[in-house]
């Protein structure tokens, strides 16, 4: 993607929008991936994902586009494409062309996110986006969401979670971390005990995390109360890539006041620990062939995951 950090755009699905900022009928321009795409919502509710260029004379249908039904009309001549891209209507022709034909791409909706697949070469999807049984259910807060573009590549910053030395030196913990790693196809999952230490003495808690191919993660965290943290990784560019954090807290015991008290600064450690990788990623330099000692984590094992994400050789 870049000399500092030459690993390919992965493959994969890719958060383009959350559900709740695309509302039925309405049409958005995103960029992600080194492209734009149009990103629309049929009337019927169903989310699309298309490229943005009409193939008459290329009008960008996300300025001035607008949705009929569940087909989406070029704001220049008026073609209507349906869904599938297909062009269904020429106000003014007895004939439409057959190459008429927006790219359309894969598209799913879980967990409050439109989620698309991309792969460089068309391929169809290879797995499913997890649905997330607990998500937005009775007892737990409404999720609070935390952006951020980092320029870095997804590999990188996915090597943090098995790199346990860094949480003492860099973020400050007491000890380091002992955590177990699987890997298990497009799946990949970490453990770790956890002590927290209260006013009323020390609380045995836990961190289960599962990635879903590189893309999609969910983190539960157990002890004080209890944490779900949805996050999705989206490369914007050859550069930069996008990382959302959708936290939600079960609610302790009917007290929303000790359960915000809870999510304000268990998201504030969050944040500042990732504030802190932040430097960190957008500075240093991938290096194929890294001097590891026996402390460091299964960092080999993590690259191997991530390069059956990548249609071309890393």
């Excluded at 929008?17 to 958005?28: H, Q, R, Y």
């Excluded at 927290?196 to 590189?214: A, C, N, R, Y």
């Excluded at 990784?233 to 890539?241: E, F, I, M, R």
């Excluded at 304000?264 to 990788?277: K, N, S």
């Amino acid at each position: 993607m870049s000399e500092r950090i030459p690993l390919p755009m992965p493959f994969g699905w890719f958060r383009m929008s959350e559900s709740k900022d695309l509302a039925a009928g309405e049409v958005k321009t995103v960029q992600y991936l080194g492209k734009e795409f149009v990103v629309y919502r049929g009337e019927d509710g169903q989310a699309h994902v298309i490229d943005p260029y009409c193939p008459h004379l290329g009008a960008h249908l996300g300025h001035g586009g607008t949705v009929e039904g569940d087909d989406i009309r070029c704001p220049f001549h008026h073609w209507k494409f349906d869904g599938s891209g297909q062009c269904v209507e020429v106000p003014y022709a007895k004939r439409i062309p057959a190459k008429a034909q927006l790219n359309t791409y894969p598209t799913c909706e879980k967990n409050g996110i439109v989620f698309m697949w991309h792969h460089p070469h068309g391929e169809v999807p290879k797995w499913e986006v997890p649905e997330v049984a607990d998500w937005c259910s009775d007892g737990w807060m409404e999720p609070i969401y935390h952006t951020a573009r980092v320029r870095s590549h997804p590999q990188e910053m996915a090597e943090n979670v098995v790199d346990s030395p860094h949480f003492h030196f860099v973020h400050g913990t007491p000890d380091i971390p002992e955590k177990t790693f699987t890997f298990d196809g497009h799946i990949m999952r970490a453990f770790q005990g956890l002590t927290f230490t209260t006013g009323k003495g020390e609380v045995q808690g836990s961190v289960d995390i599962e990635s879903h191919g590189g893309s999609v993660g969910i983190t539960r965290f157990q002890g004080i109360g209890e944490t779900l943290i949805i996050v999705t990784g989206t490369p914007v560019d050859a550069d930069y890539h996008e990382t959302v954090m959708r936290f939600s807290f079960k609610i302790m015991d009917d007290n929303i006041k000790a359960t915000q008290r809870l999510a304000d600064a268990f998201i504030g450690e969050v944040t500042r620990q990732h504030g802190q990788d932040v430097p960190i990623w957008e500075h240093k330099k991938f290096h194929e062939n890294p001097v590891l000692c026996d402390g460091d984590g299964p960092i080999h094992q993590i690259r191997k995951y991530y390069q059956q994400f990548y249609a071309e050789s890393a």
